[in-house]
């Protein structure tokens, strides 16, 4: 079955520190990846997308994300994570052509320590 | 550049009232659009979708309705309100498949 999976709940880390994120999904073909960031309240704010060609994608805020095909991976990073940082992130997919079949991980809760 | 409006952004209603949320786009055409429901602490859950005027795609059997009557404007309707309607309702666009969805920022509809 299609799912895309985030298998961290809930991360902690200090200010400064570095920040992996973590998205797994099984899909038949190379799906459309994104990362998306929610503050309390407030809705979801696309950081970055993977449709082809260089696996390393830059986005906004300072993070990046590297898919793996390999590992039917795409996990989000930061070398240095701000305060402001703390939020709820998204992983989620799209098949090519389809309209509706975009999936959203669970979602991993930021927590940033001072 | 597009935008996209919800409203209102928080809501509180008697159980067994109607429901009407409202969504518009602005600067683009044609987009498809969508409406979510995310429960506190967890994560989305697709409740509708359209890609043109009139159509509409339930993703979920419920108590809600959506409708496009114009190109950019996109309404989650329900008759009779339940407790389990609680939660944050998202609006969604995208131009095609191969875009991402852009949110509006959600209305927290609390349910008495």
């Known amino acids: 079955a299609q799912s895309v999976t985030q298998p961290d709940i809930h991360i902690t880390v200090s200010e400064g520190a570095s920040l992996e994120l973590r998205c797994n999904y099984s899909?038949?073909?190379?799906?459309?990846l994104f990362w998306y960031v929610q503050s309390p309240g407030q809705g979801l704010q696309l950081l970055l997308k993977?449709?082809?060609?260089?696996?390393l994608v830059q986005g906004i805020k300072g993070f990046e994300a590297e898919f793996k095909r390999s590992q039917s991976s795409f996990n989000l990073r930061k070398p240095s994570v701000h305060w402001s940082d703390a939020a709820e992130y998204f992983c989620?997919?799209?098949?090519?052509?389809?309209?509706?079949?975009?999936?959203f991980g669970a979602g991993t809760r930021l927590t940033v320590k001072p | 550049s597009q935008t996209i409006h919800q409203w209102p952004a928080t809501l509180v209603q008697p159980v067994g009232s109607p429901l009407s949320l409202e969504c518009t786009v602005e600067?683009?055409?044609?987009?498809?659009l969508y409406w979510y429901r995310q429960a506190a602490g967890r994560g989305l859950q697709l409740l509708f979708y359209?890609?043109?005027?009139?159509?509409i795609s339930s993703e979920v059997p419920q108590n809600l309705s959506a409708s496009r009557p114009q190109d950019r404007q996109f309404i989650l309707s329900s008759k009779k309100l339940l407790l389990s309607d609680s939660g944050f309702y998202l609006c969604?666009?995208?131009?095609?498949?191969?875009?991402?969805?852009?949110f509006g920022d959600g209305t927290r509809l609390s349910i008495l």
């Open positions: 969604a666009w995208r131009t095609g498949s191969n875009q991402p969805q852009h």
């Open positions: 899909y038949g073909a190379t799906p459309y």
């Open positions: 993977y449709f082809s060609g260089d696996t």
């Open positions: 989620a997919v799209a098949l090519p052509y389809n309209n509706n079949d975009m999936r």
């Open positions: 600067g683009t055409s044609n987009p498809n």
């Open positions: 359209s890609v043109g005027i009139g159509q």
